[in-house]
């Protein structure tokens, strides 16, 4: 139901007599008389008899642009419906691997033999797309890690951020605890009351300061739950000697989760990765119901309209007297 209108400067109306003061001040100030000869004085008073019923608009016009200009800048509001909205008390960071191994070809996608980035900016990049109403937030890492995206609801954003990467924009070593780092970070002083973490790496922490297990215990007393992913095929990629999975370091993954009181995964496939990320959303989820919200719809733009309609009048019955 529209409810009534309410002003956030309602106090600016105190200046609606402001003209007027003027005015009268104007008046008081003592002007010099000026010799008028008779003739011309009478030609002047049939004049002004004759146009004083026009000439009122001259005094609506200009209070009524005045009146309007004080709403337009008390900033009128017109209470809309009161809506529910489900809210969600989770932040989320994504953490993904970019380092050298990334490029490996071991994963197929629709049939086709591709490397390990690609499908996880598939998988993962739903993954963020769906996540609607919680906030994310993204962290890419090789031998360096930084944040590609702060905590923000725009999804889709952050999605496209995770598209655009690509390896060795970082360097090509694995900085595991230094993405658990700056994940952290992001979200330590959020007032979310579900915070988590969702790792992804092919590699062994071998880059950057930060031990994966002194930040896992720092995630874990700031109430940050991290659930890892360990990724990598079991087929041979073509021109690679070693094991497809020779530099993966699960235990090290393992024990991040644990630490935290998060969850483990390993992903040999692509179809094993969409099955991970599906069931990281039913183990995070935390939808509340938000109270109600009262729509507000701002009503600025149609007073300064109304000015402007009444600016065209005025000038259009001025210009109107210079044909008379």
């Known amino acids: 139901m529209i409810g009534s209108i309410a002003f956030a400067w309602p106090w600016i109306f105190l200046l609606l007599p402001l003209p007027l003061m003027m ?3 104007r008046a008081s100030k003592p002007i010099n008389a000026i010799a008028i000869p008779a003739n011309l004085a009478t030609a002047l008073n049939t004049i002004q008899g004759a146009q004083a019923s026009s000439r009122r608009l001259d005094y609506i016009f200009p209070w009524l642009c005045w009146l309007l200009l004080l709403t337009a800048i008390s900033q009128p509001t017109v209470n809309g419906n009161a809506i529910a909205q489900t809210a969600s008390g989770r932040a989320m960071a994504i953490a993904i691997d970019l380092s050298g191994s990334m490029e490996r070809e071991d994963f197929t996608l629709d049939g086709n033999t591709t490397d390990r980035l690609s499908i996880v900016k598939a998988v993962a990049g739903k993954f963020i797309e769906a996540q609607k109403g919680n906030r994310i937030a993204l962290v890419l890492f090789a031998e360096e890690a930084f ?15 995770l598209h655009s990467a690509g390896i060795g924009m970082a360097g090509r070593s694995t900085a595991i605890g230094d993405a658990l780092g700056l994940a952290i970070q992001s979200l330590r002083g959020d007032p979310a009351t579900s915070k988590a973490i ?17 930040a896992a215990n720092l995630a874990a007393e700031l109430n940050i739950t991290i659930h890892t992913i360990a990724m990598a095929s079991d087929l041979q990629a073509e021109g690679y000697q070693t094991s497809p999975s020779a530099d993966l370091d699960e235990a090290t993954l393992q024990n991040i989760a644990e630490l935290s009181g998060g969850s483990f995964f390993r992903a040999h496939s692509t179809s094993e990765l969409q099955a991970i990320y599906t069931e990281i959303e039913k183990l995070e989820s935390a939808e509340t119901q938000a109270p109600q919200i009262l729509l507000q719809h701002d009503l600025r733009n149609v007073i300064l309209l109304m000015l402007f309609v009444v600016l065209l009048g005025w000038e259009a019955i001025i210009r109107a007297r210079q044909y008379q």
Do not use: C, H
């Open 198 to 214: 969702v790792l992804l790496s092919d590699g062994t922490n071998n880059a950057g300061t930060v031990e994966p297990e002194g």
């Open 147 to 161: 944040i590609a995206s702060p905590l923000s609801f725009d999804t889709r954003a952050v999605s496209s951020y």
């Open 23 to 25: 005015r009268f001040w």
